[in-house]
């Protein structure tokens, strides 16, 4: 097991400027990053931590790459998503392995997020998605700075790159995002003509100017059962492409597919795929299918993130007696019960409180009583021999004493009446990340 961010301080950087620095200033001081910083692994006291499990990162992605590049031509290319920090893995030790393994790209939402990526010193392309780059220029000439890929939206973000591609002498890629039924961020079919007058404007000459590399879109219920809204969005999509490649442009990436597209819509796949939470080893899936047995490919995946803890203390509770903040829970019968230090505060939502399960010693014991902000209480009477430091697994696999369980990001997502993506990327910055190399 080794700690990734050892070497890197881990104190906010706060002190050295009391007063915010300008927004020019910061640019100059240090590059734009996202703080605070996480509690790192080596400040962690509190037996409580995420393990990442690189190997199963890399298995993930083999698995994703056979599905949409069966024979290994490199044809349809993957580029993870590594959005809010790798889905809540840490984005630069997920970006490294991924990097090392032959990932052709990554994708991210924020500048910032790109920013750190590169300042970690990861060198393939990477597409900032989310498209906000500051009302004046600021953000796009960063994005030229550090070899950023920015989705663009309208024609006047393609005018202001094409001047900044004029001065600097560049040739800057962009790609462009349409809207075909997501209703949220992208160009509308109907701005097509003037967004791609634009583009073939800002071509520019040999050497400098703005090139179309992609065109893309994203889809709203690529997941569902019924597949009418993607098949919808695809045709759309289609009628975007044919736009394009009518006024002369022809990107060389198309791409549309999240996770739950690569594995239900080959169509949708065209030239490159931007899977998130597949890579993470958790299956796409709407809310309520969690139950139904996964099949194919999409049952290979393996979970990247566990979280556990231990237990820290136990007691012995009469009939009779209530535990935790409200009394929420009386006890029946003579009770063990242990405490975990994990709680709302780290990611385990109170909505899991009298609901979800812990494992230990390779059995479940029953959360009782109400989720605190630092400590959790499960119900070991069930767990003979259960005591203080056993190994209290929150989400992922134990193998113990007892047998062996999972608690699957899907199971908690159905307790906290959220999704898979809100679980993993709740688990906060309290929790340090120790990355496996198996
Ligand atoms: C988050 C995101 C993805 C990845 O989605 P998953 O469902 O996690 O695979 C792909 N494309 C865009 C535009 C996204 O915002």
Redesign the pocket.
């Known amino acids: 097991m080794g700690s990734d961010r050892k070497s890197k301080p881990m104190t906010p950087n706060l002190a050295a400027s009391p007063v915010p620095p300008s927004r020019e200033q910061a640019a100059v001081d240090e590059p734009r990053v996202l703080r605070p910083r996480r509690a790192a692994p080596a400040d962690a006291v509190r037996p409580t931590r995420a393990e990442i499990n690189l190997a199963s990162l890399r298995h993930n992605l083999r698995v994703v790459t056979r599905v949409v590049d069966p024979a290994g031509t490199g044809q349809v290319k993957v580029w993870g998503?590594l959005?809010a920090d790798a889905?809540g893995h840490g984005a630069p030790a997920v970006a490294r392995t991924l990097e090392r393994a032959g990932i052709p790209g990554l994708?991210v939402?924020l500048l910032e997020e790109a920013v750190e990526l590169r300042a970690a010193g990861i060198r393939v392309p990477i597409l900032v998605?989310g498209g906000y780059y500051g009302r004046d220029r600021q953000g796009l000439d960063e994005i030229v700075e550090h070899d950023l890929t920015p989705v663009l939206y309208d024609a006047g973000q393609v005018e202001r790159l094409s001047r900044i591609a004029q001065e600097r002498q560049r040739v800057i890629p962009v790609h462009v995002k349409f809207d075909t039924g997501m209703a949220r961020l992208g160009a509308a079919l109907t701005d097509a003509g003037a967004l791609f007058d634009a583009l073939s404007a800002a071509r520019g000459s040999k050497g400098q100017g703005v090139r179309l590399e992609g065109l893309?879109t994203?889809l709203a219920c690529a997941d569902a059962d019924d597949p009418g809204v993607t098949r919808e969005q695809l045709r759309r999509f289609a009628k975007v492409r044919a736009l394009a490649s009518g006024a002369g442009l022809t990107p060389a990436m198309c791409h549309a597919a999240?996770?739950?597209a690569?594995f239900a819509f080959a169509d949708s796949r065209f030239d490159m795929v931007?899977?998130?939470?597949?890579l993470f080893g958790v299956a796409?899936r709407e809310p309520g299918a969690a139950s139904r047995t996964l099949e194919g490919p999409l049952a290979e995946l393996r979970p990247v993130m566990k979280v556990r803890s231990e237990v820290v203390a136990l007691r012995e509770l009469q009939p009779g007696d209530a535990i935790g903040y409200g009394h929420t829970h009386r006890v029946q019968r003579v009770s063990r019960i242990a405490t975990v230090p994990i709680g709302y505060a780290d990611g385990l939502s109170r909505q899991l409180s009298n609901r979800g399960h812990l494992l230990v010693r390779g059995r479940r014991a029953p959360i009782v009583g109400a989720i605190s902000m630092d400590l959790t209480t499960i119900d070991v009477t069930d767990v003979p021999g259960a005591r203080i430091g056993d190994e209290a697994v929150v989400l992922g696999s134990q193998d113990g004493p007892l047998g062996s369980d999972t608690i699957t990001a899907d199971e908690l997502a159905a307790h906290m009446g959220t999704i898979s993506?809100e679980v993993l990327t709740a688990v906060s910055r309290r929790v340090p990340r120790f990355y496996r190399e198996p």
């Open positions: 998503v959005k889905y994708c939402a998605m893309m994203h999240n996770s739950a690569v931007r899977p998130g939470i597949a796409p993506w």
